[in-house]
């Protein structure tokens, strides 16, 4: 049971480059989420979606793009990247509403 | 809107010690309370939750968190800790256990 896979691990872009993070869970969970991880800040809610199709900003969208268009996967998109958006970024995706959120390893991002 | 609070960056403790994480929350509602516990390198792992009933919580690895609603507190405790217990640990704040909100983190480290 692969549980939440995000690829890629590491990636180093140039400022302005645009990229994907991509994110897919083989659990069947509705809801799947993407935060951003940074020293003395915790974790930070990107964009969440709460099935196919529906997709919602949380407390730090700006710069990045969701969509869902199956249930296993929720790719985040970097639209033009900024020093600013170095970070490690977690998908997770949410068993019921039981409030257990199964994360990926994260993505370690580097923008130069 | 929800906010988490966790007093202590870091907290040094010698092996076999006792240990208290300490985790102060705010809600306009009822609320959701969890402990998430990330090993180096590693996503983060669900550690116990509260979501309703008894207010002393029971987790994974020997830890246990009790809810203290006039308080607004969450605090981890484990009687005897091991080197293995070294990690980042999150507290976290939902008012639907689907979008949580997490604090910035404490970093426990165990030394002998």
């Known amino acids: 049971n692969a549980g939440v896979t995000q690829t890629p691990k590491f990636q180093v872009l140039k400022t302005g480059q645009s990229m994907t993070l991509q994110c897919a869970q083989d659990m069947n969970h509705e809801y799947m989420s993407w935060y951003r991880q940074d020293p003395g800040m915790g974790l930070r809610l990107i964009h969440y979606?709460?099935?196919?199709?529906?997709?919602d900003q949380g407390e730090v969208p700006n710069g990045y793009n969701v969509s869902r268009s199956t249930t296993e996967d929720f790719p985040l998109r970097l639209l033009s990247a900024a020093p600013s958006q170095t970070s490690v970024y977690f998908c997770?995706?949410?068993?019921?509403?039981?409030?257990?959120?199964?994360f990926g390893e994260g993505s370690r991002l580097t923008v130069l | 809107a929800q906010s988490v609070t966790q007093l202590d960056s870091q907290v040094p403790v010698f092996e076999e010690a006792p240990v208290e994480l300490r985790c102060n929350y705010s809600s306009s509602v009822s609320v959701y309370l969890f402990w998430y516990v990330q090993y180096p390198n590693q996503g983060l792992q669900l550690l116990l939750k509260?979501?309703?009933?008894?207010?002393l919580v029971k987790g994974i690895n020997g830890f246990e968190a009790e809810f203290n609603k006039s308080q607004t507190s969450f605090h981890l405790r484990k009687p005897s800790v091991h080197i293995s217990d070294t990690a980042e640990y999150f507290c976290?704040?939902?008012?639907?256990?689907?979008?949580?909100?997490f604090g910035t983190g404490t970093r426990l480290q165990v030394t002998l």
């Open positions: 509260y979501l309703s009933g008894s207010t």
């Open positions: 979606s709460v099935g196919a199709g529906i997709t």
């Open positions: 997770a995706s949410l068993r019921g509403y039981t409030g257990e959120l199964f």
């Open positions: 976290a704040v939902s008012g639907t256990a689907s979008k949580l909100t």
